[in-house]
């Protein structure tokens, strides 16, 4: 039987090719943070209907909570979601402003001061119908509110949920 030696470490290929990297830390606190929101809602869906209702009010509140920047630009994307696609469902994803159709996440708004990002992005989930071919965008970088970035906007979710 061959027993090892518990002082002495394992080393992966990086370390053995003497490489100066060090292994990953982990999460990041904003991914924790995201997943600790995450987990949130799913205990609040399991409650049920009740606790599911208020979905807007937690959006908002999220939306209320977040930077100048970021709350412009996703006080923007709220309202134009809203008026153009009245059947989705307002609700928090990650703690990201979010919406849904018939209960599943289409795309959501993720603020870039949340993830220390240069930018915000509106992504889509694998229920947008947004495929295009082999290979398309899932999320798109937002910089600044323009009318044509409104109307890409509600041209990708008319798209997305159609």
Do not use: C
Not at 16 to 22: L, R
Not at 129 to 136: A, E, F, K, N, V
Request: no cysteine; glycine share 8%.
């Amino acid at each position: 039987m061959t027993t090892s030696n518990p002082s002495k470490k394992a080393t992966g290929p990086a370390e053995s090719a003497g490489s100066t990297t060090t292994p990953s830390a982990g999460f990041s606190a904003e991914e924790r943070a995201a997943m600790h929101d995450r987990a949130a809602e799913l205990t609040a869906a399991r409650r049920g209907p009740k606790a599911k209702a208020d979905g807007e009010g937690d959006l908002l509140a999220k939306i209320a909570a977040m930077g100048d920047a970021d709350r412009a630009m996703a006080e923007q994307v709220h309202a134009l979601i809203t008026a153009t696609a009245p059947e989705l469902t307002p609700q928090t994803w990650y703690g990201m402003p979010a919406y849904a159709l018939d209960g599943k996440v289409v795309f959501f708004f993720k603020p870039g001061e949340k993830f220390k990002m240069r930018y915000s992005t509106l992504g889509f989930s694998d229920r947008a119908r947004l495929d295009d071919g082999d290979m398309w965008p899932s999320e798109f970088a937002l910089l600044r509110w323009s009318p044509d970035v409104e109307a890409q906007i509600s041209a990708l979710v008319r798209r997305a949920i159609a």
